[in-house]
T-cell receptor, first 115, second 112 residues
Framework: KAGVTQTPRYLIKTRGQQVTLSCSPI?????VSWYQQTPGQGLQFLFEYFSETQRNKGNFPGRFSGRQFSNSRSEMNVSTLELGDSALYLC??????????????FGQGTRLTVV | GQNIDQPTEMTATEGAIVQINCTYQ??????LFWYQQHAGEAPTFLSY????GLEEKGRFSSFLSRSKGYSYLLLKELQMKDSASYLCAVRGSGAGSYQLTFGKGTKLSVIP
């Protein structure tokens, strides 16, 4: 069965622009979580979606937003990009939220570089 | 909130045993997870502990003490392919707190 698919894999954007990243979870998985990974801060939780509803949100500014569609695919958007937004953005899918970590599968991530 | 600490880097010899420690301070607890992440790749699940004690899975074992806010990941018979970052993560409890909070990871280098 196909894994978690994130597109694009790599992206270069200019400060002030906005960007949309996509995540397709494993078939049948309805929960999608997003994380930002940087060398200095490690993996930080952005938000979690389940059945098109945002369940949890991390401590990120309002420039970071997301949504989930009826087919469980999710997108996250970052507006007014800053240099500090350069990071690896990871998406994880699971059957339902709040289940064991063994059921959370990560995608390969989108490497965003802001110049 | 959650605070998770683990060593930044460790080095061990092929064939040896290494223990990676993780301490946490949380406002709620609903499980501790270990993930492995090779450079440039996605994290992959290794283990999950929610009750005190040792969970063994092949060459990897994980231990949890909830009263001490402490966990460790034990890797036996180290192989070169075990060179990776190891991430400790805690899941909160209560409404709206199911996300995982990760430590910054321990970069393990296995040398011949």
């Amino acid at each position: 069965k196909a894994g978690v698919t994130q597109t694009p894999r790599y992206l270069i954007k200019t400060r002030g622009q906005q960007v949309t990243l996509s995540c397709s979870p494993i078939s049948g998985h309805r929960s999608v979580s997003w994380y930002q990974q940087t060398p200095g801060q490690g993996l930080q939780f952005l938000f979690e979606y389940f059945s098109e509803t945002q369940r949890n949100k991390g401590n990120f500014p309002g420039r970071f937003s997301g949504r989930q569609f009826s087919n469980s695919r999710s997108e996250m958007n970052v507006s007014t990009l800053e240099l500090g937004d350069s990071a690896l953005y990871l998406c994880a899918s699971s059957l339902v939220p709040s289940t064991g970590g063994s059921e959370a599968f990560f995608g390969q991530g989108t490497r965003l570089t802001v110049v | 909130g959650q605070n998770i600490d683990q060593p930044t880097e460790m080095t061990a010899t092929e064939g040896a045993i290494v223990q990676i420690n993780c301490t946490y301070q949380t406002s709620g607890f609903n499980g501790l997870f270990w993930y492995q992440q090779h450079a440039g790749e996605a994290p992959t699940f290794l283990s999950y502990n929610v009750l005190d004690g040792l969970e063994e899975k092949g060459r990897f074992s994980s231990f949890l003490s909830r009263s001490k806010g402490y966990s460790y990941l034990l890797l036996k018979e180290l192989q070169m392919k075990d060179s990776a970052s190891y991430l400790c993560a805690v899941r909160g409890s209560g409404a709206g707190s199911y996300q995982l909070t990760f430590g910054k990871g321990t970069k393990l280098s296995v040398i011949p």
